[in-house]
């Protein structure tokens, strides 16, 4: 059996599946306002730079200090009920088309992110994609976060967890590809007989130049609504608040950017 493994953040959709879920969970009332600033600043400075290990470490510490004592099913449930106002509007079309072509070639379909469990399963069953590996917070009697982690699908982990499901079912990783935009994930891809960097960032091109792996370019965001059906809409409140998020996030941003400079 082959497969393909698909990073998430800025490799099949365009930014990241958490921060977009910002808008949603402030109405819930689990986050404040002040917290969707400071996640949408790191969310702008990710998309503009990149990640690297300090960077990821220190966002994970902070989500599983904001996410503790959350209820695991009602975020599930959040997740789900607007999925297709603030995730799949994002989805690049073109990561779409691969999935659809590894599919009719008989791969095993996979994506494999460090975000949440939640997040990345519930984006797997919208996209039809046949299985997921993604980070899994550890859950106290009562169904709520507990603040710690059972597995961290970043770096070498995923590396790790694609080993662990080739031998579990016979995956002939030599014949399979990956697909990241991200240094991060160069474990992964190093494991695979096909990597394919898509929208890398400064290091992983620089890898991929060297290497001579393929790079693809994704640019076209598309609704999965206008692809294929999906569930009927729900009302629009969680993407306007999504929407205010990322303006008051570049407005941080930019006022950060001005106080540096006036720094120097």
């Known amino acids: 059996m082959e497969a393909a493994f698909f990073d998430l953040d ?9 921060m977009a879920l910002g ?3 402030y109405r819930e009332g689990l986050i404040s306002k002040r917290t ?24 994970r510490e902070a989500m599983l200090t904001l996410t503790k004592g959350w209820d695991r099913a009602r975020v599930t449930e959040i997740v ?6 603030v995730i799949t509007p994002v989805i690049y079309a073109e990561a779409l088309d691969l999935i659809e072509e590894h599919k009719r070639a008989g791969r095993k379909t996979v994506i494999i992110s460090s975000s949440p469990l939640e997040t990345v399963a519930a984006i797997g069953e919208h996209l039809g994609v046949d299985d997921v590996i993604a980070t899994r917070a550890r859950i106290d009697g009562e169904g709520r976060y507990t603040g710690e982690l059972e597995f961290y699908a970043y770096g070498p982990h995923k590396a790790e967890a694609i080993r662990e499901m080739a031998v579990r079912e016979g995956i002939d990783l030599a014949r399979s590809y990956g697909y990241s935009d991200s ?12 990597p394919v960097v898509v929208n890398p960032d400064k290091e992983l091109a620089r890898v991929a130049r060297d290497r001579e792996w393929e ?13 294929v059906p999906v569930p009927p809409r729900g009302p629009t409140i969680a993407a306007g608040s999504a929407i205010a998020a990322l303006g008051t996030g570049l407005a941080v941003y930019l006022w950060l950017r001005r106080r540096e400079t006036a720094r120097t």
Do not use: C, H, W
């Open 183 to 194: 240094i991060t994930d160069l474990p992964m891809l190093e494991l695979v007989g096909n």
């Open 10 to 18: 800025k490799t099949i959709i365009a930014t990241s599946s958490v």
């Open 23 to 25: 808008g949603p969970f």
């Open 215 to 227: 790079t693809l370019t994704f640019e076209r965001p598309v609704r999965l609504r206008d692809r």
């Open 36 to 59: 969707i600033a400071r996640g949408i600043y790191a969310q702008l400075v990710y998309m503009v730079v990149g990640a690297d290990e300090e960077k990821m470490e220190r966002m």
């Open 80 to 85: 789900r009920e607007t999925l297709d106002q």
